[in-house]
């Protein structure tokens, strides 16, 4: 049982930084890989970042190499993501979501957390 809660998101304008946190319950939060996907108006819920559970490996969508930048802390049960660089292509609902690790099996979701780059 982990819930996912993120926080972070809000306007900023184009150029801009933010950095997303996805905070983790549960005492098994270190078992699983854990990834952020982001879904736009009118779009399907994209993979964005994606890093394993010991933190020692991560995945980027083409879209976000290079500006985007995942991190975890297990210490803390807790996930992020600093966004630099915005576009207003950017823009989007984006959740944090656990896998089983090594697995393409997405086990918990968070509410999501809304971002808006205005140009």
């Known amino acids: 049982q982990v819930q996912l809660v993120e926080s972070g998101g809000g306007l900023v304008q184009a150029g801009g930084s933010l950095r997303l946190s996805c905070a983790a319950s549960?005492?098994?939060?270190?078992?699983?890989?854990m990834d952020w996907l982001r879904q736009a108006p009118g779009k399907e819920r994209e993979f964005v970042a994606g890093?394993?559970?010991?933190?020692?490996?991560?995945d980027y969508a083409d879209s976000v190499k290079g500006r985007f930048t995942i991190s975890r802390d297990n210490a803390k049960n807790t996930v992020y993501l600093q966004m630099n660089s915005l576009k207003p292509e950017d823009t989007a609902v984006y959740y944090c979501a656990a896998r089983l690790a090594g697995t393409r099996r997405y086990l918990y979701w968070g509410q999501g957390t809304q971002v808006t780059v205005s140009s």
């Open positions: 890093i394993i559970w010991s933190g020692s490996s991560t």
């Open positions: 549960g005492r098994t939060f270190r078992s699983y890989d």
